[in-house]
């Protein structure tokens, strides 16, 4: 088989298909990795479907290396794959000799791969395998989701900051405006009391300047009558 299990999805079933083969393709364990499955493998100890002292070393003894020389042929069958984040467990079958193989992987990296004759023994593994992808995954789904969380955060805070800078923008704008009102308001009052000021001094002038006519035309009219 050519292609092993697509990551990145929870996923289980049949017809999954295997790694990628060929030079260069070679799957092996990390070192960070074997530290992180010997302590899930510790703390599951004494419970249904943990390995048993014999599996433990067959699985040290060279599995990996033996699964994926088989994976480069056609006779391997994958019967289940449980996928959770970047960690999987597969369930597969060599029918040449009714042996399974039970691999525990991150991405195309294997962990560890127990092969047994036992069917049911073979199915105990497997659940126990997609057990610890459930609670070794915990970790980088709760990192996705929080880097989701901390994205959307700061998404919702440049939404704001820009809001409140444009209302800023406008509240300086509006106060711009009320100083230049302010000022026009207080320059046209000044100017009404000049005005007030001059027509109150134009009507002064009116009515004396109306009662200079009187006088003048009383004397005019005086003067005549007394000619007469």
Do not use: C
């Amino acid at each position: 088989m050519t292609a092993f299990v697509a990551m990145g999805a929870v996923q289980s079933g049949d017809a999954q298909t295997l790694p990628d083969s060929g030079p260069g393709a070679a799957v092996v364990a990390q070192p960070g990795m074997a530290t992180a499955l010997s302590a899930t493998t510790q703390e599951q100890q004494g419970q249904a479907g943990m390995l048993t002292a014999d599996e433990a070393k067959q699985s040290a003894a060279g599995n990996v290396a033996e699964l994926q020389q088989m994976i480069r042929g056609s006779d391997l069958s994958e019967l289940r794959t449980t996928s959770n984040g970047n960690y999987g467990a597969s369930l597969l079958f060599y029918g040449k000799e009714m042996t399974y193989y039970v691999a525990l992987f991150q991405q195309k990296n294997f962990w560890r791969v127990i092969k047994t004759q036992d069917a049911t023994r073979a199915d105990m593994i497997y659940k126990d395998f997609v057990r610890q992808t459930l609670q070794l995954s915990d970790v980088e789904i709760r990192r996705t989701r929080l880097e989701a969380q901390k994205a959307f955060t700061e998404r919702m805070i440049a939404l704001s900051q820009g809001r409140a800078n444009r209302l800023q923008a406008d509240l300086d704008v509006a106060s711009q405006q009320q100083t230049i009102v302010a000022g026009q308001q207080q320059k046209m009052r000044a100017e009404g009391t000049a005005l007030a000021q001059q027509k109150a001094a134009a009507q002064d002038q009116l009515r004396a300047s109306q009662r200079q006519v009187r006088e003048l035309q009383s004397q005019l009219e005086s003067g005549l009558a007394r000619s007469h």
